[in-house]
């Protein structure tokens, strides 16, 4: 069963159209990977998706309901989650309240000592409980991004969008990463996967689609779509090695 179903999705900025036509399916428990030369629209495809933008036309399904026009809010509690390619953490706050203020004002409305006390099992799960009070501004990159990671599965998402969580993260970080995000699969939880490194969504992703200029590409598995023509020449004088 797919648990997101975007069709023929369009985003314009002005003259600028970031999306023009998009289709684009997630199913239960999949890892889909998203990937595409800069600018392509990648995260503008997954704003159009959290809510924090709304496309032009075309729509957006989410477990079989229409959520085009839907806010934010109403997607997240819907069970739609994500981080943010710049990490948006609450800087005040220490690590283990970023995460509680998800259980605080999410669906559940928790009290601040039960947020807390889950918030510091959603830490253990993604490696952070020694960080729990530590203030946010003290966390290095590859903590801040695991730390989005943390406040999007605070959630309890169905679907969980990770918009370049592992850009910029040494080999054996980005590793512990790309096993966080195959144990989500392991949890029933779908999730659109978007990097810059092609070879790391390829190993991860069941199914790939690749963006290009604001349009589908091509999609399939990542053998597939890494032997594809067009998807070569788009990369080509890129940084990949497609
Ligand atoms: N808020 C905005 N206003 C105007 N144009 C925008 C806005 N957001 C994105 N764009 C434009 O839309 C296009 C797609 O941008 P988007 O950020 O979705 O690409 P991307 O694939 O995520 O790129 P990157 O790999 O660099 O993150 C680009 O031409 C970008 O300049
Ligand atoms: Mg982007």
Redesign the pocket.
């Known amino acids: 069963m797919n648990v997101l179903e975007c069709t023929e999705v369009t985003k314009r900025f002005g003259g600028v159209v970031a999306l023009d036509g998009v289709s684009f399916t997630v199913q239960e428990a999949e890892i889909v990977g998203l990937v595409g030369p800069n600018g392509s629209g990648?995260?503008t495809l997954l704003s159009c998706i959290a809510g924090s933008l709304r496309a032009t036309s075309g729509s957006i399904d989410f477990r079989g309901a229409e959520i085009t026009r839907a806010t934010p809010n109403r997607r997240a509690r819907a069970g739609i989650a994500r981080t943010f390619?710049v990490p948006k953490p609450l800087g005040s706050f220490t690590v283990v309240e970023n995460v509680a203020t998800a259980f605080m004002f999410g669906r559940d409305k928790l009290s601040r000592i039960e947020g807390l006390k889950r918030g510091l099992r959603v830490l253990q799960e993604v490696g952070l409980q020694a960080h729990a009070d530590r203030e946010v501004s003290a966390l290095t990159l590859h903590e801040r991004k695991f730390l989005e990671i943390a406040r999007a599965l605070a959630l309890d998402p169905q679907l969980i969008l990770l918009?370049?969580v592992l850009g910029g993260l040494n080999p054996s970080e980005a590793a512990e990463g790309m096993a966080l995000i195959g144990s989500l699969r392991e949890r029933g939880v779908s999730v659109v996967y978007?990097e810059h490194n092609v070879q790391a969504v390829a190993s991860l992703a069941d199914r790939m689609y690749v963006l290009n200029q604001g349009r589908n590409l091509a999609e399939g598995s990542a053998q597939e779509v890494l032997a594809d023509p067009a998807v070569i020449a788009a990369y080509l004088g890129g940084d990949v090695d497609a």
């Open positions: 990648k995260t390619q918009d370049e978007i």
